[in-house]
């Protein structure tokens, strides 16, 4: 027997469990349905984990860092893995069970805990039961891509949701990717105190950035003690060293630098594919790009009327806060009259190191690729007093502007406080405010945000490149 409901929503992600909320809200009768953990990949193997993690590494850093502030320890910093891990697991644990109790406390909501599978365009099978709705929206995230690369199939590999796992420091980890979650665990496990290299494809780290933005990273992460080698070719793996030592060979064929890295442990951090493989995609006639992402339209509409895809699977953001405004557009056009659509949101993002960047709307290659004239200004971070006084200097701020307009195009800040202090310019270009309307603003004193107006002062004509 069928059952029926007015919507049904296939996973518990960033998206999902508000979107359940606003239609039983407005009336509807929904089912959601998640197979695993509650809270999607930020919840459970992403961000609350991961960033719980890295608060531990810096207070370990700052630690050793004591008596440059005049702090003197009677004894070395030790770390207990053990409580670190904990530590994460219960802040994840608890998030997980806020969601989860949310939805069954949920009016109108009934929760399915099973893999989804479509067997039409408005049916859902889950175990023994059978769904039907005409609205369905689909919100099952993504995970990491395992490569197929010479020799892994031989060895032990973590990827971002084993590491967590993790009890021990690994002795030496080598890990394959220098972008986003790479790094941040690179630099995490390098102040746990590992042994660390980064062996990324590329001619540079963090490659969708600015080369003065990848370059400053490699520089923040080789001052503490972080072996880097781009340009790896043919990366392969084998157990163990012709020596006989225990361990795994990683084979890069660098440019410069010896041509194999022997470590304890592999991380993967490649890359993120979207779980959509056994949804049954194909007998509900939903349409998927090569790389299996679901193909949506401004409105996060696929091509079969009554089906929506949200957050990671949809190829359209990778962040747990485009996941959450693929929400905001879908209940809003659907309940609320509006035509939101993905293309109105300004990008903006994080790279969670230490000191992290912040980053608002186009790189500088972009905003050169345009072909028009433009402004640029940058200011070290050993000019901000915020960063002088907590003996945190690293990194620099940088704004680019369009001098017909007045209108910021993007925005970088990597130093401390940057993942914070760049929302004064995401905000700004969100509101569409002119750059030299902030020229009068009166920020608050000693912060990094004070340095905006500053920042926009300065803007320059670029150089032609």
Same mark, same amino acid.
């Given at each position: ?10 996973g ?24 695993d ?15 719980t ?5 810096y207070a ?36 997980s ?8 406390n949920?009016k ?17 099978r ?12 689909i ?8 490569p ?21 420091v ?10 986003y979650?790479?790094?941040?665990f690179a630099?995490?496990y ?5 042994e ?13 950035e600015d ?12 001052k ?58 194909? @007998?509900a ?37 485009t ?16 035509? @939101? @659509? ?35 200004s940058?200011?070290?971070m ?10 945190e ?18 925005a ?8 914070e202090a760049?929302h ?10 002119p ?20 920042l926009?002062?300065?803007l320059?004509p670029?150089?032609?490149s």
């Amino acid at each position: 027997m069928t059952r029926t409901f007015d919507a049904i929503v296939i996973g518990a992600g960033q998206a999902g469990p508000p979107l359940a909320g606003r239609l039983t809200a407005s009336g509807m009768k929904v089912a959601i349905i998640e197979r695993d953990k509650f809270g999607g990949t930020c919840v459970n193997t992403g961000c609350m984990p991961t960033k719980t993690l890295v608060a531990s590494a810096y207070a370990a850093h700052l630690a050793r860092r004591g008596a440059d502030y005049g702090i003197v320890l009677d004894q070395p910093v030790r770390l207990d893995m053990r409580k670190v891990r904990s530590r994460a697991a219960t802040v994840t644990a608890n998030a997980s069970r806020s969601v989860e109790n949310w939805l069954r406390n949920m009016k109108g909501c009934t929760v399915f805990q099973g893999s989804a599978r479509f067997e039409g365009p408005k049916e859902v099978r889950v175990g023994p039961e059978l769904l039907s709705a005409p609205r369905i929206f689909i919100n099952v995230g993504g995970r990491a891509v395992v490569p197929d690369l010479p020799g892994l199939d031989e060895i032990s590999y973590l990827t971002n949701s084993s590491m967590l796992e993790l009890e021990r420091v690994p002795e030496h980890l080598v890990v394959i990717g220098g972008s986003y979650i790479g790094l941040e665990f690179a630099q995490m496990y390098r102040r746990f105190g590992a042994e660390v290299t980064v062996v990324e494809m590329g001619p540079r780290l963090v490659g969708r950035e600015d080369p003065d933005i990848s370059d400053a990273v490699r520089d923040i992460l080789e001052k503490e003690g972080i072996h880097v080698r781009t340009s790896a070719e043919c990366i392969r793996f084998a157990k163990g060293n012709p020596k006989g030592q225990p361990g795994i060979r990683v084979g890069v064929d660098c440019t410069q630098g010896d041509p194999e890295i022997l470590g304890s442990d592999v991380l993967l951090a490649v890359g993120r594919r979207p779980n959509t493989g056994d949804l049954g995609l194909d @007998r509900a006639g939903v349409a998927l790009d090569h790389r299996g992402y679901i193909m949506v339209n401004e409105g996060l509409q696929t091509n079969v009327a009554g089906i929506w895809a949200l957050g990671d699977c949809n190829g359209r953001g990778a962040f747990t806060h485009t996941a959450y405004n693929d929400y905001e557009i879908v209940a809003a056009n659907l309940l609320d009259g509006e035509n @939101r @659509r993905v293309s109105d949101r300004v990008s903006g993002y994080a790279l969670f190191i230490d000191p992290p960047l912040g980053r608002a709307g186009m790189t500088e290659a972009q905003v050169r690729a345009r072909g028009k004239p433009y402004l640029s200004s940058t200011r070290p971070m050993t000019r901000v007093g915020r960063a002088v006084e907590k003996d945190e200097t690293l990194g620099f701020m940088k704004v680019l502007a369009d001098p017909a307009t007045k209108e910021i195009l993007g925005a970088a800040i990597l130093g401390t406080g940057g993942d914070e202090a760049i929302h004064g310019i995401l905000d700004a270009m969100n509101a569409k405010t002119p750059y030299d309307r902030l020229r009068w603003a009166v920020p608050i004193h000693p912060t990094v945000s004070e340095l905006i107006p500053t920042l926009l002062l300065g803007l320059q004509p670029a150089p032609a490149s």
